[in-house]
């Protein structure tokens, strides 16, 4: 394991030995183990989310992944709010190491016929669709975001504001 603001190598993961760690033995910090407290309690709550969403009867069929959902719904979003939304082509790309560009033209389908977003093609090159999010997605986006940020709270991180924030940020609209 690397400690501080080290980049993770390949000769650092390969470096390490694969034997069982001993929770005594572990060189993860306070900041790191809250962290991953985080991920803990987000998909125990995320799992109760998936569930609320499904009965609502909103979907015909619930999402074949949850987490490449709340992926595509985040760039969706947060690229709309930056002033450029964004197409399906660029929002293929950010799975491309992962998932197939028609896995993510399936979930894009199942998020069009559940209302969350819908498509509009480009006035100035009608080649190209654009992908936004509804009213019904902010909706459940206050309540999912809102979650998230307690339970990040819970685990000891504070927003510290948009002026000490850098241009490797999600408040960055690029």
């Known amino acids: 394991m690397t400690g501080g603001d080290k980049a993770l190598t390949s000769k ?4 390490a030995a694969p034997l069982p760690l001993d929770h005594s033995e572990s060189t993860l910090d306070a900041q790191e183990r809250a962290a991953l407290g985080i991920d803990i309690a987000y998909v125990q709550w995320r799992a109760d ?5 499904v009965a609502s009867g909103v979907l015909n069929r619930p ?37 197939t560009e028609a896995t993510v ?22 080649r190209r669709t ?14 999912y975001l809102r979650t998230k940020i307690r339970i990040m709270r819970d685990h000891g991180f504070v927003w510290s504001g948009g002026a000490e924030t850098d241009s490797k940020t999600a408040n960055d609209p690029a």
Not at 49 to 53: A, G, K
Not at 68 to 85: K, S, T, Y
């Open 130 to 143: 654009f992908l936004l999010p509804t009213k019904r997605l902010e909706a459940i986006g206050h309540e």
């Open 105 to 126: 033209s399936r979930h894009v389908d199942d998020m069009e016929d559940g209302g969350m977003i819908v498509r509009r093609t480009d006035p100035d090159d009608r």
């Open 49 to 53: 989310f998936r569930r609320t969403v």
């Open 12 to 15: 650092d993961i390969s470096a």
């Open 63 to 99: 999402w074949r992944s949850v987490f490449e959902a709340d992926m595509i719904f985040a760039i969706i979003a947060h690229r709309w709010l930056a002033g450029r939304p964004i197409t399906h082509k660029e929002l293929a790309t950010y799975f491309e190491v992962f998932a």
